[in-house]
């Protein structure tokens, strides 16, 4: 098996629309550059690559034309092309080619196009002899569930530290770092790294790649001759917030705008914390046996939420939220940002459709699958699928190939808070993906 690596940048212009939050903001300067990295794989006869975007996200449509444009530079089928995005909340808002509003949006759109294609090229011409290995470790008090049972019955996503009103978490996060380590002849080994919580803990209108970014810098320059990538695991209903944080962790962050605390130092400990596992690991990983590469995708079809018995007062905070005049709501903070976004997708679905399609997608590598869901996967959902996969190694990765949706759990919708009353998806959703990424696993195992 050969693999190659490559990079290219990709900050925006200074000025460019950030995505991450229902409040314009634009960069007005750099933390640190952006990059997609590329990872090629060849067996002699299929190839492969996977890229990792320091992006928010990118929808199905445009993973599709992104796609389609690497298939026909590196003679690749489109399912072998397998893209990721790191969900970093100080990257640029991509629009599509024709959402754009600027020439600057424009033209970064079709550079951004250009980079993705040729950082797959590059790795593709960078291929030498591998061997892989694999290890878990853990990233201990840096991810923590964001949805709450308050004492008075309700259900908060992020109701700010030190809330005397919390009663308890719905759930528990996964702490577990994994490793793939591929050594090359002659050249940089390359370690991908998977870990899954909100990059989001920054803030501010200062380009950053976040946590993922960071961990990449830490430990290629921990290890000198080692190229990384991050690719992020699922992470629907957990983030960085500690509800009950130490002084220490107060020190390193300032309460946001929506009553999150957030800062750089922050981001810093939570990759120093990462970083910290993947070294740990890394000398002790056990070596896979690879031989043939594989790619499947599978089409599931997840009901949609309409709730058009609530249209008035949708239509009426919608209204209030675009004439900027959301003081006259009875809400502060997470839960103002929940009822605007609930009213948007109430609205947004009021005539349909009756259903959404979404493409899976699965890489294999001997008995190592990448396994791709097109949005934001509850961590419930993520575990359940790694427990059954017939793989010995399951990379799981969200905003994968599309990043059209949260994907709750059927107990949420129940419960209530920010991702379930969001969801364009209807309850019982989580068992159409958990069945249906099943199924195509084993359907590309057995091949």
Known sequence: MKTGFAKKCITPPMGFPIRGYYKPRFAKG??????????AFCDGENSAVILSAEISLLTTKQCDEFRKVISDFCGLPVEAVFI?????HTGPYVKSAEQTETDIERLYYEKLKISFRDAAFLALGDLKESKFYASEG???????????????GSVQTNPGVLNQDIDYPLGEPNETVKLLKITRENTEDIFLINFGTHPDTIGGELISPDYPGYVCNIVEN???GVKCMFLLGAQGD???INVNPTKGEQAITKIDFDNVPRGIKQSMHMARVI????????????????????FLSKEIVIPSYQENDKIVEAQKIEGLYKNGKTD?????????????AEAMRIITLQNGPESYTFNLSAVRIGNIVFAGIPGEPFVEIGDRICENSPFETTILCCLANGGDSYFPTSKAYLEGGYEAKTSRLAPGGDKILVNGMLELLNEV???
């Open 328 to 340: 006259e709501l009875p809400y502060k903070g997470m839960e103002l940002t929940t009822k605007i």
């Open 238 to 240: 957990v983030n960085h």
């Open 222 to 224: 921990a290890l000198p």
């Open 84 to 88: 990721t995005c790191s969900h970093t």
């Open 30 to 39: 750099i933390l640190e550059d952006l990059y997609v990295r590329a990872l």
């Open 445 to 447: 195992k057995s091949i």
């Open 138 to 152: 853990k990233a201990k008090n840096i991810s923590f569930i964001r949805r709450f049972r308050m004492k008075d």
């Open 275 to 294: 970083a910290g596992s993947v070294l740990s690991i890394c000398t002790t990983a056990e070596e896979l046996a690879v031989d043939k590469i594989m």
